[in-house]
Every structure is written in C-alpha cells, then in structure tokens.
C-alpha cells in the first residue's frame, strides 16, 4: 500500500512537472509575451518599447533558463535594463540588489509574481482558493445528499415509477451545463421579467458575506449539473445491490423493507458513490470557472479566466500545479477509499 | 401589422385546457411519487377468472388518471402543433407560427418514426430503440434538431429572417413584434423577438443548430477515431506503449478543460501555427485507421487490398490535406483549386478533439484489456492472425455496444464544449449564430431582456437532453441483448 | 517674458471679442484664454459672465462613497492607460492644473501660468503652502523633475512624452538641455525649441500625476507620499480599492475651499458586464457607476437613480487600412473602394445600434460641431446602390473585406452594425473578434478595424494624431501631401474663424477620400443614488474625486 501511493505521488510530480512546462511554453510564446508588454507597459506602446520592455524584465531568456528559474534550479535573473534600472527575478520592489536570494523558485516556496494583481502569487491563490472553498462547501452539502437521496429512492425498485421520474429528473439535469442553466436562473429568478424576483443575480457580494439571497443561485447551478450524475451512479449501484443474494435471502426471512435498504443494501450501494464523488470534484473544477465568471464571484475560476486572459504566467502556473494536485489527489483518494471500504480489494 | 401574442386565438380555449390539465398532472405525478415510496411492492396476482390482477386502491387509480392526463397533454401539445398549419396567417399567435416554420421537420419526424416503427425488427440495434420510451423521446428531441439543421442549412428553409441582417428599430424587442414594412423576410413579424443587434432571435436558434450539428458528431468522430487507434495497441500490447500513451492522456485530462482552450484557442496561439500542427497530427488518425483496418483484413489478397485502399486513401488523403491546409497559417501550400474547402474555426475543431480523444482512449484500452483475454481472441492468435487483425476485426466488434452509448453522450458532451468556447468568446466569431455564442451575448442583457438567451439555451438543452436520453434508451437496449 | 501675473494675454483679449461675437464657442473660449493662463473667473469676466457658483457648496464633510469601478493595478503614473487607475491615486498624488467639462483650465498645485505670445515660454508659477503629506514643502523643484520625468522617453509606455514632445531632445530621448529651468523655489519656466499650446492641456491629463522625490512605483501603495488629501487604505486588484482620508495631513485644498468632503470612498469592481452593475446597484452594493453606458443608461434611471450627461467628442472610427496587404492586394488603396464603403453605411443606424441613440450623428469627418472651428461641410451621402456600383466598378465586388473590432459592447455592436450594413449593400464581408488583451497588439495595423477615440478639445488635434502621413497613431494608413500641408496652415491659425475655412477643405477631404467611418459621437453618463454632489460625468474622465460629497 505505502509503496502504491509514493509510486502514485511519484507520477503526479511528473505530472505537474510536464504540465506546468506545457503552460510555462504556452504562455512563453512571442506573441503572448507581446500581449504581456502591452496590458503591463501601455496598451499602444511601441514594438521597439515591447521588446525592451520584455528584455528588461527577463522574458528575452531562453525558455529553459526561465523555467528553470521559475523551479527554483537556476538562479533568478539580475538585469540591468536600457532605462538604467537594475531588475531581478528574486529582488523584491524596494529591496537592495546585494540583499536578495539568488535562487526564488517554486521549489524555495516561491510561487512568482502575478503581474495582474500585482501582489505575490502566494498571497492572492489561497484567497481566491478559500472562497471557492466556500462555494464548493454548500454545493457538496446541496449536492450529495439531494444526489444520493434521489438515487437511493430511485435504485431501491428499479423500473418502479418512482424509479423513472427521478431517473428523469437526473438525465435532465446531466443535460443542462451550467451556463444554460445560470442563465435560466438569473433570468427567472434574479430579474423581474416572470415576477419572481428572489435572489441576486451578482454573487460578488457573497466574497465578504454569504448570505441565501446571493449565494442560493450559484450553488444551485453547480450542484444540479453534478447532482444527476451522481445520482445516476448511485441509483445503478443500489439497483445491482439489490439483485444481489444476500438482500434476497434478508427479504426472505421478512425482514421489512426499509430495514432492508437502510442497514443491508445502503452500506454496499455507496460505495460506488463514493468514488465517483471524489473523481466527480475536478469536474466541478469547470463548472465553478461558468459559475463564478457568470456570477462575478472572485473565486478560483475567476482568477483562471483572470489570469488566462492577460497572460498571467506565473499566476496560470500556479493554477495549474493546484488543479494538478486537485485532480490527482481525488484520483488517489478515490482509489484508496475504494480499496477501504471494499474488503474484497487487496492492491499488490 | 399588430404583434403576435404567444397563442393568439388558439390558445383562448387550449391554454386553460392545457394548464388544468398539466397541473392536475402534476399533483397526480408527486403524489404517486412520494406515495410509491411507501406503497408495498407490486406482486402479480392471479384473479379466479385466471386473469392477472392490476394495482388497485388509491395508487393504482392515480395511475390510470396519469395515463389519460398524459394523453391529454400530449393531445393538447399536438394540437397546438397541428392545428395551425390549417387556419391563416397570425390566428395561432407565435407558438402557431412557429409550428408552421417547421413543417418539414414535423413531416420527416413522422415519416422517419412510421417507417421506423413498422420496419424496426430488421432494423437491428436502430430498430430495438423504438422499443423504448425513452430512447424514442431522445431520438425525437436528437432528430427534430438534425432534421432542423438539415432544412436549414442545405435548402434555407425555416428561418424567417437572415440571421444577420439587423433591422432598425426591433432592438431588444419583445417576441412577436412587427417588422417595419419592407424588411426582407418571410414573415411579417420577428417570431421571438429581436437581440441586442436587431436580429431575428427565431433564424438565429435555427441557423445556429446547423453549426451545432455539423461541428459536435464530426468533432466527436475524429475523437473516436484517435482514441480507438492508440487506445486498442494500448490495452493488446500493454507494457511500455500502455504506460507512455495513458500517462500523456492523463497529463491532458488533468488539465482543467477551460484552462487548456484559454491556452489553445486564443489568436495568438493561431499566429503561432500550433493548432494547424495539431489539426496536421490528429487528423492523419483517421487516415491510419483506415489504411490499417482494410491492410489488416485484405493483406492476403494483394490485389483486392490495392483496389480498395488506393481509392479510399485517396478520397481520405484529399480530405485530409484539405483539412489541414488553411491559408494564411503556417500550413498553406495547396493550391487553391485542390483545396476543397476552408474551416474556419479549425482551432476550434482541433481543440474540442483534442480534449475528448484521452478519454475515448482510456475507454478502449480498458474494454481492450478487458476483452483481450476472451476466448475468441485466444482463437484468432492459434489462427495466426496478425496483431492488427485481432484488434480491429475481433476486439473492436464486441467493444461496439458501450462504445456506441459513449459516442451519443460524447456527442452531448461535445455540445457542452462547443458552448463553453461561445460562452467564454474564444475562437468563434461574435456574429455566428452558434448557440454558446448567442447564449453569451444574451446574458449580458438578461436582466432586462431575457428573451434573446433564453431560446439558444432551451435549444441546447433539449439536444444534450435528447442525446442523453437516446443513450439511455441504447443502453438498455443492448443490454437486453 | 515681462508679462506680470495680472496682464492678460492678448491673444485671450482677441478670443473674448470673438467669443462675444459668437464666432468662438463658449467652450471654446474657455479653452483657449485658461490655457493661456488666465484664470477661469476673469475668463468668464471677459465674457461679461460670473462664473457659475461651485455647486459643491452643498456638500456636508464626511460620509462614504461607493463607486462601481474596474479596479486595476497602478503602475508608474506617466504609463497609465486607464483613468480608471488615476481614480484611485489621485487621493493622494494631484494634478497640476485641471480641465473641467466647461471647456476651462483651472489652476491646482500651480497657482497660475502665464505663456509668452508665440507660446515658447512658459512661466508656471506653483502654489504656495502645498505640502507633501510628509511634511517637506512642495516646490518648484518637484515640479521641474516630474516634467523632467515625463519627457523621458525611454521609459516604456510613458505618454507624457507624446503630450510634452516639444521638450524631448530626440537623441538622448530626455528633456532638451535647459528646457526646463527653476528660476526661484516658487517658478519654472520651461524654454520650448518650437511653439505649443497644448502643454497645459497635456498637465492636465490624468496621467499627469505629480509625483514626490525619490517615487517608486513599486512601492507606490506601501509609500504613498503625495498632496492629496487622501491615503490607499486597501487595493486587490479586480475586487476592490480603498482610500480614506489622511488624517494627518493639512491638505492645501480646505484652505482653498477646494471641498475634499468625502471620508472615504470605495471602488468596488463588479467586472466588465453592465448588468452586474445595475444587479450592485439594485442590491444597494454600490452608490455610483463609474460609467454607464448603451442600454443600462435607462435602465440606471429607471431604478431611481440620478443621471449626469455630458455630451463629447469621444467617438469610435471603423477604418480600412490603406497600406494594408491582403492576399498580395491593397485593396483599400482604391480610393472608390473607400468611398463605397462610407456610401454604404448610414451612420444613424450605427448609433441606434451602436450606441442607443446615445449622442449624435457625425459625418465620417472626425470633426465636429462640438469644435470651435468646425465647417458645416456634407459628408458622402448614404446610397448603398451607388456604393455597389462603385465597388463593382472598383474591381472589388468578389473581395472578403475582414472587419476586426475588440471584444466589448458597443465597440463590438457598431462594428457588427456597419458589417451588416455592407452586406445588405451586396458587400461580402468577414468579422473577426479579438479579445480585449490582444486586441491593441496590431491595432493600427489591421486591414479593416474600429477603434476608439477619445474626446480632444480642439479639430486639429485628432486630425494631427490620427491622419497625418506617417503619424505612429494613423491607423488608416491614409497619406495625403494636400492634407498635410492644409493642417500645417491649420495649426498655425489661432483664429477659429480663419481656420474655419482650412477646416472645411480638411473636411471634404476627410470625406472625399473616404478615408474612415465615424459615424457618431457619444455622450457620456455616470449615474448616482440620489444624496451626493459634484460628481458629474466628466468630459474626458478625468478623476476630480475631491469635488464629490454627500449633499448638505
């Protein structure tokens, strides 16, 4: 077991490693670099202005030497630029040239500079990460129970007509992504077009206060598209658990119905649910980049589009090392909650 | 011209039908719901007279009421829908107009359905789906959109209006309103009403599904084609190639789908010729596939192989360097009299195939992992047929059952992307009438108007909903095999 | 230079006798005579006129303000391009002088100004009593360096440098040798090698901040040395900002009674997309949009808020590119392709579509009535059989024209405007969309492109930036020795009524040539909950955030 999960953690290093090098050679093209110069420099600067606003601050290097400043394996950059300036990759605004490390990467718990929100990277992700932590808390605690609720009822009479209106109800939400059914929201709930103007379309509000009103809409859009997913694993678990010999033999010798579901069948039936909750969080990863976009909710999707859309290097690398770790760290403890909660697993 | 009311005449004696009706609907349908919750089990029953007992009590007439009112709702939806194809311009309000805008999609829908229905057990797999309810709802709802594209994009019939011609003064307005005298169009008014530009909101939700249409199964069908190739070598051979293929698929599916498209569909990655290398890489999958998969089969027959695949590689190969080759990108070296056509959201395209194939080849190799060790394949290897053989003639058909359910909700799937992209504005032009794109531009305004978003965003959901509920329905089927 | 402080120029003299007459707008005249150094009231005291009463007299000190605004980060003042970024540091770092929407030029940390004739001396004379806020006087040394700071061009981005070329020696890219020269702690005077009389226009300008000794723009939050009467109390770029008032400090302007009311004020960004604005507002998130714009200007009213209209010279031109090469052609070189083009496009459309109807019609001239030396010279008329003719005529019938525009809202919904207009002329027409970010990396260069342009006070500014030959802003490549010359001449006429007639053959050629669309100018909003004072939509978004209060 210990030997299954250091070899997991192994690949998910290189797994980051290759990505993040994906990211840092997207982002590191010429053209985004000029895009870089004119959001940073002046939006109608010069080409000449371009070039040695970039070489000043160390994007002419080869990419190479700037990845491998950025891991932290070569020394941070020190250039004196065309306007005098003396710049290093590991000076901080202020700080005296002779006075700073040498070496300032991620591997030295440096996660860069965004160039958009102007601060470190290290200070701005955790905040963006703790308020999508609280979106994603209420959509878990909306989501699982309503999921495995509906696929509990649903798979314990398979074909029953309980069994296909809630079947139903699931399909359709699977089939409704989250910017259709944000958009339906809004426009039914947080405008007065149909009369029924409950909640707040803007969710920004909820950053500093989270309250029903501002928060009911984005929780709800992401938890319904989840929610029939889950549902649907839940509902064909609890049906194949129900078939099984062992619920026939209890049924048998009379024990009643909701006894049988509740202390025999349920246990078995989440198992399945389990897993596919845990795989089913980087998903949700997407759909939290709709919803907050939609509901200017600064949250770590936001921060996403953010970042992607100026050219943010170091930001968009740190985004990817977490939603690397996200979706590898669900994978393995998908895996290991599998092997615990089902006996009949053994990994060699 | 007077606006349209959304029922007009019509609907003063089918609009509080059909609301009572639905409604007692409704309360039935809760009711059973919660109340079969509770109920004892169903258990046959034989009456003396030899006949089976039916549910009785108050349960068993809630079902019998639920029938008739079902029928009733559709008889009234039918009606709405019938009725005003036979009574004149206007009197049915916009529902009837509508209604009569798409008379050649009610006539192919019932044209397919009948011959469908009579033809169904010599129809194989496509035939058992008319056996299922809710396979024939999703076929339905997966049908009208095909049929609509069809009509609308190869006889420009359906839509009203051109879908980009703006007309002073309908900005933003309601649906059903006039158009000014002498505005080019086939009806007299904007059926849904005008957009931000004062375009028709109706043409562009029928002119958008062509988009929608043809882009999702094609992208989805080079997915496949990726995944199948590598996937199948993969889960036969195992080993080296196994790990190094599924550790790049897992590389690509931990990037965060949003993220990779930011990184890939933007106009500068365009300029750096990227995607036209990947369109280059990708697309010569379908090539491999098919030179492989009639190598494998004719090899012993030299001749027969040669007149086969030199034709089909050919027409394959000119589709394929057509494809590819897009002028003003790196990849521009046809003449253009060769070039068969252009697509201009290649980058799209690529990048939607790029995102789905990892997971169509994770798939693959684990129906190939699982079914390599059967014994038909153990057959086919005392045989002495080649490796490629066995995978593409032996594995390959017995993999098709999951593999065609994928496929529909794949397709689903991809319609989902298609509109992430026209949500976030990446790489479609704002002026296509795609349904993200327009959804995007709607929502802008959606707190005062929210009659431009909404139409492209019922037209999206009823698609995937069709493609979901059509995979379900194929599922069950082919599990009854 | 002899003139004392309370002579007045003459050319203001000559401008007031032309003002009364009517030849010279009223704005005009304000322009003119305050750029020249003569204080706002005497310029209304030429007039005959009081000026108005400073309505923010019935403002009560104190309160909280909260602005709908996109909060963007700071950066060394001389590069900003945003006023967006100038609305939150001009709590603590002011302006020299200020342009108001009236037209004038009012004195803020100068005292006064005074011009010599041919305009090649400027004296500036810096108030006294104005003191950093840590506590070192402010003087004329400070204001030598920041203009010696703005001429630097070899800082990346830096605007001034464009706005004081005249003082620029373009060798060393820094201010010409004795250029700027401090004649006591309390007077400049700047020497120019040319004439120029648009350096007090440029002080004016928001990223015209003046900043202390030793400034660093890095730590510009950390430190925030300056005059004003305020300090950054928080900013997260893109959620929001926060100055309050320095407590500390004894800012100049209460003596002055300049107002400073506010004690704090709030820029919260609810991003790009309008309706999340009216969602803030509706909410009471927010008590003030920063701009309101298209459809959400009756929206805004429409939930009780008040509304500030000022109509200017801000404007979008839609041009083709005259150099551009497309497919190994230039296809807009043709000077019928370009008039097709304008013939069939009716700017009334564009606004409606554009815009809501939110300003007025213009003639594809980039002059208008809002300038003082405006001629009333018809435009190309609108004729989409004609603009056929002459297309087909041109060759050009089967040609692709590629229209780009940035990815924003009315930008976007004009250009879509005018692509929908020439296909129902029978053009055959291609839109391309490019994000905001990536958008200005080429903005001159694409063949067929919209850009906007802002409000500037006089007709020859823009024609000088925008379309003399050569010029690094022209953006439509047009290149016309006739018009050159015609715009030497006109820039050299200080008399409206003389240039007038230059400024109708610039006019005709604008128009003749086809050389862009414009085809509307806006009006600009701002809309506030009812209960605050002076804070009116400024003309060329300028950031007088001291001039807001709660109402008395």
């Known amino acids: 077991m210990g030997l299954f999960i250091l070899r997991r953690l192994g690949v998910m290093f290189l797994t980051a490693l290759c990505l993040t090098f994906i990211v840092f050679w997207l982002t590191n093209l010429a053209p985004n670099l000029e895009k870089l110069a004119k959001t940073q420099g002046n939006a109608r600067m010069s080409d000449d202005a371009v070039v040695s606003w970039l070489a000043n601050r160390g994007y002419a290097q080869p990419l190479p030497v700037k990845y491998a400043q950025w891991l932290g394996v070569a020394p941070g950059y020190v250039i004196e630029g065309s306007d005098g300036q003396v710049r290093g990759r590991c000076i901080d605004p202020g700080q005296p040239v002779g006075e700073a490390p040498s070496f300032c990467g991620i591997l030295q718990g440096d996660w860069g500079f965004s160039t958009v929100a102007k601060e470190n990277v290290s200070e701005v992700l955790p905040q963006r990460l703790a308020n999508t932590g609280k979106l994603m808390f209420w959509v878990m605690m909306v989501m699982v129970p309503g999921a495995l609720i509906i696929g509990v009822l649903a798979g314990m009479r398979e074909g029953s007509r309980t069994d296909r209106s809630l079947s139903t109800v699931s399909i359709v939400s699977t089939a409704t992504p989250e910017y259709v059914s944000g958009v339906v929201f809004i426009a039914l709930f947080a405008t007065n077009t149909f009369g029924m103007q409950w909640f707040k379309g803007s969710a920004s509000s909820a950053v500093q206060d989270a309250t029903f009103e501002n928060f009911f809409l984005p929780v709800m859009t992401i938890a319904l598209y989840g929610m029939g997913y889950i549902a649907r694993m839940t509902r064909a678990s609890m049906a194949e658990v129900m078939t099984a010999q062992y619920i026939r033999t209890a049924r048998l010798k009379g024990v009643s119905f909701p006894k049988i579901v509740l202390k025999h069948a349920l246990r078995n039936a989440l198992i399945a649910p389990f897993t596919v909750i845990m795989l089913q969080i980087p998903w949700l990863l997407n759909g939290v980049v709709i919803v907050e976009t939609l509901f200017t909710y600064q949250g770590f999707g936001w921060e996403l589009v953010r970042a992607a859309s100026n050219n943010d290097i170091e930001m968009l690398l740190g985004v990817s090392v977490i939603s690397v770790f996200v979706v590898l760290l669900t994978q393995l403890i998908s895996d290991i909650g599998y092997v615990f909660l089902n006996p009949r697993i053994r990994i060699s | 011209m007077e606006p349209l009311t959304w029922t007009g005449s019509l609907g003063i004696v089918l609009n509080p039908f059909l609301g009572i009706v639905t409604v007692l609907f409704l309360v039935s349908l809760v009711a059973q719901t919660v109340g079969g919750l509770f109920a004892p089990a169903v258990t046959l029953q034989a009456n003396p007279d030899g006949t089976l007992q039916t549910r009785g009590g108050v349960l068993g007439i809630l079902e019998l009421a639920m029938k008739y009112l079902l029928v009733a709702i559709v008889g009234g939806v039918a009606a709405y829908i019938v009725i005003p194809l036979f009574i004149p311009y206007g009197s049915a309000g916009i529902v009837g107009e509508i209604s009569k805008r798409f008379l050649p999609v009610w006539i192919a829908l019932v044209l397919t359905y009948s011959l469908s229905i009579k033809y169904k057990r010599r129809l194989g797999l496509y035939g058992k789906l008319f056996d299922s309810t809710v396979g024939m709802i999703g076929f339905g709802l997966v049908m009208f959109w095909v049929f609509t594209a069809f009509f609308v994009g190869v006889f420009d019939m359906i839509a009203t209006h051109d879908y980009l011609s703006q007309v002073s003064g309908l900005k933003n307005k309601v649906p059903g309103v006039p158009v000014p005298e002498g505005t080019a169009g086939l009806t007299p008014h904007y059926l849904l009403g005008g957009d931000n530009l004062a375009r028709d909101v109706f043409s562009r939700v029928v002119s958008g599904s062509v988009f929608v249409i043809a882009i999702a199964p094609l992208a989805t069908i080079f997915a496949f084609m990726v995944g199948i190739t590598l996937g199948l070598p993969a889960g036969y051979y195992s080993g080296r190639l196994d790990t190094t293929l599924s550790f790049i698929a897992n590389l690509i599916l931990a990037f965060p789908v949003i993220l990779l498209f930011y990184l890939l569909v933007t106009p500068e990655i365009v300029l750096t010729g990227i995607p036209s290398y990947m369109a280059a890489f990708l697309f010569v999958f379908p090539l491999i596939f098919f030179g492989v998969l009639l190598n494998s089969r004719y090899y012993t027959q030299p001749a027969k192989r040669t007149a086969i695949m030199v034709p089909v590689l050919g027409i394959l190969g000119w589709l394929y360097l057509s494809i590819i080759n897009q002028p003003g990108t790196v990849i521009d070296f046809l003449p253009a009299w060769f070039d068969l056509f252009d697509i201009s959201i290649l980058v799209v395209f690529v990048s939607v195939v790029f995102v789905n194939a990892p997971t169509v080849f994770r798939i693959v190799r684990g129906l190939t992992l699982d079914l390599r060790t059967r014994d038909y394949v153990a057959a086919a290897q005392t045989r002495g047929e080649g490796a490629w053989y066995i995978m593409l003639w032996e594995i390959l058909p017995n993999a098709r059952g999951p593999l065609i359910v994928d496929f529909c909700l794949r397709i689903g799937y991809t319609t989902i992307l298609l509109g992430t992209l026209g949500f976030f504005g990446l790489g479609l032009s704002s002026e296509s009438p795609d349904w993200g794109s327009t959804i995007n531009e709607g929502r802008k305004l959606l707190l005062v108007f929210a009659h431009p978003a909404l139409p492209p965003a019922i037209a999206l959901m009823s698609l995937v909903l069709g493609l979901n509920l059509l995979a379900d329905g194929l599922r069950e089927e082919s599990l009854k095999d | ?552």
């Open chain 3, 1 to 552: 230079m002899t003139s004392s402080r309370n002579s007045i120029h003459p050319a203001a003299l000559m401008y007031a006798e032309e003002a009364k007459s009517g030849q010279l707008s009223r704005r005009e005249f304000m322009a003119r005579t305050t750029a020249l150094g003569v204080t706002s009231a005497a310029a209304y005291g030429l007039l005959g006129m009081t000026a108005p009463a400073h309505a923010a007299g019935h403002a009560q000190q104190g309160g909280t303000l909260r602005m709908q605004m996109e909060v963007r980060a700071l950066k060394d003042p001389r590069t900003y391009d945003w006023t967006q970024i100038a609305y939150i540091t001009a709590g603590w770092l002011e302006y020299l002088v200020e342009y108001n929407s009236d037209g004038s030029f009012a004195p803020m940390l100068l005292d006064s100004w005074e011009v010599n004739e041919d305009a090649t001396q400027y004296t500036l004379n810096v108030r006294q009593g104005v003191k950093w806020n840590d506590g070192t006087d402010f003087t004329a040394e400070d204001v030598a360096r920041n203009i010696e700071m703005w001429c630097d061009k070899t800082v990346e981005g830096n605007s001034m440098a464009g706005r004081f070329a005249v003082l620029v020696d373009a060798t060393t890219e820094k201010a010409v040798d004795g250029g700027i020269e401090i004649v006591d702690p309390y007077t400049v005077r700047l020497n120019l090698p040319a004439s120029d009389i648009s350096l007090i226009a440029g002080m004016s300008d928001y990223p015209a901040a003046i900043t202390p000794a030793g400034f660093n723009p890095e730590t510009m939050l950390d430190n925030p040395v300056g005059t004003g009467p305020y300090l950054p109390e928080s900013l997260e770029v893109g959620v929001r900002a926060v100055i309050v008032r320095n407590e500390d400090h004894e800012w100049w302007g209460y003596a002055a009674g300049k107002g400073g009311f506010l004690d704090r004020i709030e820029y919260i960004d609810y991003g790009q997309d309008p309706s999340a604005w009216v969602a803030a507002a509706a909410a009471d998130e927010v008590d003030m949009t920063y701009e309101t714009v298209g459809e959400f200007v009756d929206i805004f009213s429409g939930i009780g808020w008040e509304g500030s209209e000022v109509a200017s010279a801000a404007t979008i031109a839609i041009r083709p590119n005259q150099l551009a090469e497309v497919d190994g052609t230039t296809p807009y070189a043709d000077k019928r392709v370009r008039q097709a083009i304008a013939m069939a496009v009716d700017p009334a459309v564009c606004l409606e579509l554009g815009y809501s109807n939110l300003g007025e019609v213009a003639r594809n001239q980039h002059v208008g009535p809002m300038h003082p030396a405006w001629a009333d010279v018809p435009g190309l008329p609108y004729d989409p059989a004609k603009a056929l003719e002459l297309l087909t005529e041109a060759g050009m019938a089967d040609f692709e024209m590629e229209i780009t525009s940035i990815d924003d809202d009315w930008r976007k919904n004009t250009t879509d405007a005018v692509a929908a207009q020439l296909r129902d002329a029978g053009f055959n027409v291609k839109r391309t969309i490019i994000p905001g970010s990536t958008f200005w990396n080429d903005w001159t260069k694409y063949p067929f492109s919209s850009t906007n342009w802002n409000h500037r006070p006089l007709d020859t500014q823009i024609l000088g930036l925008a379309y003399r030959s050569g010029e690094a802003w022209n953006e439509s490549g047009f290149a016309n020795a006739e018009f050159d010359a015609l715009l030497a001449e006109a820039n050299s006429m200080a008399d409206a009524e003389a240039r007038r007639e230059v400024m109708g053959k610039l006019q005709t050629i604008m128009s003749d040539e086809g050389v862009t669309l414009q085809p509307y100018w806006r009006s600009l909003y701002r809309h506030a909950k009812p209960g605050f004072v002076g804070w009116d939509m400024h003309i060329a978004y300028l950031p007088q955030i001291y001039k807001i209060g709660l109402a008395a």
